[in-house]
Every structure is written in C-alpha cells, then in structure tokens.
T-cell receptor
Framework: NAGVTQTPKFRVLKTGQSMTLLCAQDMNHEYMYWYRQDPGMGLRLIHYSVGEGTTAKGEVPDGYNVSRLKKQNFLLGLESAAPSQTSVYFC?????????????FGPGTRLTVL | AQSVTQLGSHVSVSEGALVLLRCNYSSSVPPYLFWYVQYPNQGLQLLLKYTTGATLVKGINGFEAEFKKSETSFHLTKPSAHMSDAAEYFCAVKNQAGTALIFGKGTTLSVSS
C-alpha cells in the first residue's frame, strides 16, 4: 500500500514550457486535491476533484488545469509555466467529503521555473 | 468564510520543555479542525483532529489539542519536547462546503538540546 505518490519529485522548467504532474493513490479514495506550498503562505488549494471525471477550482487555480480520468489518478498541468509557479506542489486524497475525513498527502514535487 | 491564524511563525524550545503552538480559527459553522506536521522534505502527516464530542483531542507522538469554542482556539501542546519534534506544524479548518482544508501559514518548531 503505497498511499499517495507523486511524479516527478523535482523539475526545472523554463518560462513558457509546459508540464504535467501526476498524482496516484491506491486507497480507493473519491476525493483528490492539489495544493501549492510557498514560504510563509502555508498550503493553498489549486484544484480538487470529488470523483472520477469531475474537477473544481480552489483558491489559486489560475495558470493550472487538472484532469481526473481515472479514480486513482489526478493530473495537474501547467500550460505555460511562469516564475510565479515556482513552488512545492502537494497532492492529497481523502475517502470522501465528510468533514471528519482525513486527507492523506503525497511527498511533494519541487518545481522551479526559470 | 473559514480562516485559520497561527500565532508565531517560529517557536523555539529546549528539549524536555513544554511545546505550545497557537491556532485561532474563524468559522460561521461548527468547525472541524486539524493539526498536521511536516518533517523536512516530506509531505504532511495528520497529528490529530477535532470533529465533535470531547474537546481535548489526543494525537500521535504525545501531542494533544484542546478545542475552546469561547476563545475560537485549537492550540497544540506537548508536555516534553523531543529533538525529533522539530518540524513545521500546520493548523487547518474544513471549509464551509466540506470539500477542502484551509491551512494556516504554519509554525516552525525548533528544539535545542
């Protein structure tokens, strides 16, 4: 049981390049989330999904797109990377949307945009 | 709208001393509150959570937190700090829609020998 995994762990992009971050979970969770973590800012929600084929915007969605084609995977895309997107990205999943549900986090992807 | 404020971005204690990390929340509905810990270069791990019922919540690694509605607080404590407790700690509240967590900005705990 690997929990939540993220690919890649590190990436350096040039401004304007595109990339996709992959999140996978093997816990059969319905809900999945993408957060970004910046120094002194805590974690901020980018997008989330309440089930296969559904996505919704979070607090800071601009410049990102997501897809949830399979229940176990949640992809985060950057179409045209900008230096402001330099951050650590965390994926999380939870069983459902109950207020008591625990979110389980992946190890993170450190992205630098030059 | 829900929000979380963590007082003190950095807290330093000596090994064996009391740990107190402060968290205040704002919520228009009964809050569901969480504390997560992040060790260097790792993801977040749940320490404890308050849902309903007992206001004193015990978590992993000897940590506990008390929900005080009158003070809108959910402070995290540990009686005796260990070197291994050095990490960043995040307080979070479930958003009103129940779809995601709203995090505080985090408090870095340093433990000295």
């Amino acid at each position: 049981n690997a929990g939540v995994t993220q690919t890649p762990k590190f990436r350096v992009l040039k401004t304007g390049q595109s990339m996709t971050l992959l999140c996978a979970q093997d816990m059969n969770h319905e809900y999945m989330y993408w957060y970004r973590q910046d120094p002194g800012m805590g974690l901020r929600l980018i997008h989330y999904s309440v089930g296969e084929g559904t996505t919704a915007k979070g607090e800071v969605p601009d410049g990102y797109n997501v897809s949830r084609l399979k229940k176990q995977n949640f992809l985060l895309g950057l179409e045209s990377a900008a230096p402001s997107q330099t951050s650590v990205y965390f994926c999380a999943s939870s069983y459902g949307g109950q207020n008591t549900d625990t979110q389980y986090f992946g190890p993170g992807t450190r992205l630098t945009v030059l | 709208a829900q929000s979380v404020t963590q007082l003190g971005s950095h807290v330093s204690v000596s090994e064996g001393a009391l740990v107190l990390l402060r968290c205040n929340y704002s919520s228009s509905v009964p809050p569901y509150l969480f504390w997560y810990v992040q060790y260097p270069n790792q993801g977040l791990q749940l320490l404890l959570k308050y849902t309903t019922g007992a206001t004193l919540v015990k978590g992993i690694n000897g940590f506990e937190a008390e929900f005080k509605k009158s003070e809108t607080s959910f402070h995290l404590t540990k009686p005796s700090a260990h070197m291994s407790d050095a990490a960043e700690y995040f307080c979070a509240v479930k958003n009103q829609a129940g779809t995601a967590l709203i995090f505080g900005k985090g408090t870095t705990l340093s433990v000295s020998s």
